[in-house]
T-cell receptor, first 110, second 112 residues
Framework: EDKVVQSPLSLVVHEGDTVTLNCSYE??????LLWYKQEKKAPTFLFML????IEKKSGRLSSILDKKELFSILNITATQTGDSAVYLC??????????FGTGTRLKVLA | NAGVTQTPKFQVLKTGQSMTLQCAQD?????MYWYRQDPGMGLRLIYY???????DKGEVPNGYNVSRLNKREFSLRLESAAPSQTSVYFC???????????FGPGTRLLVL
């Protein structure tokens, strides 16, 4: 059975800290891995990763995929209170087949 | 550009009642999706429409029907609501398979 597991479930840090969120997966037909940020409402897209070892970066956020060990990490440096959200990882495991993890809830304290 | 819009934002139903959740996108996307999100579980795909005129079942289709009314609109119908359908429902759209999905703000549904 295809599955995506995120860790930790939740995390509390102080502004300025660096955090690493983990996403591991077991799927039979991997196509891509996606990261989303979900604040109060709609998940918003952060990154799509398809190749191992190539870091994707957007401001203070970065992500990398390891297809051999079947995981991805999302790093956030110099965290701000606006980074508080649930971060979702999803794997595209076939045509129109997306498996989502349960998310990591991040709270950044001022 | 409004992106993906959903109505209503919140709805309370009694068991056995029916309702339709509406979704529209203005990005000229070909593909549209309906997900549900429950506590402790990831987003789960209910139905999707790869292109106008087609619909297919996702992971959890039982108890739901969909209609792709035109390229912009994709509705989700609960014919006879059950408490197990209490959830937050998200509509999403993308240019096609494997492309980035853009999500609507969600509909919170409570079935008593």
């Amino acid at each position: 059975e295809d599955k995506v597991v995120q860790s930790p479930l939740s995390l509390v840090v102080h502004e300025g800290d660096t955090v690493t969120l983990n996403c591991s997966y077991e799927v039979t037909n991997f196509r891509s891995l996606l990261w989303y940020k979900q604040e109060k409402k709609a998940p918003t897209f952060l990154f799509m990763l398809t190749s191992s070892g190539i870091e994707k970066k957007s401001g203070r956020l970065s992500s990398i995929l390891d297809k051999k060990e079947l995981f991805s990490i999302l790093n956030i440096t110099a965290t701000q209170t606006g980074d508080s959200a649930v971060y979702l990882c999803a794997v595209e495991a076939g045509t129109y087949k997306y498996i989502f993890g349960t998310g990591t809830r991040l709270k950044v304290l001022a | 550009n409004a992106g993906v819009t959903q109505t209503p934002k919140f709805q309370v139903l009694k068991t056995g009642q029916s309702m339709t959740l509406q979704c529209a996108q203005d990005m000229n996307h070909n593909s549209m999706y309906w997900y549900r999100q429950d506590p402790g579980m990831g987003l789960r795909l209910i139905y999707y429409s790869a292109s106008e005129g087609t619909t297919d079942k996702g992971e959890v289709p039982n108890g739901y029907n969909v209609s792709r009314l035109n390229k912009r609109e994709f509705s989700l119908r609960l014919e006879s609501a059950a408490p197990s359908q209490t959830s937050v429902y998200f509509c999403a759209s993308s240019r096609g398979a494997g492309e980035t999905q853009y999500f609507g703000p969600g509909t919170r549904l409570l079935v008593l």
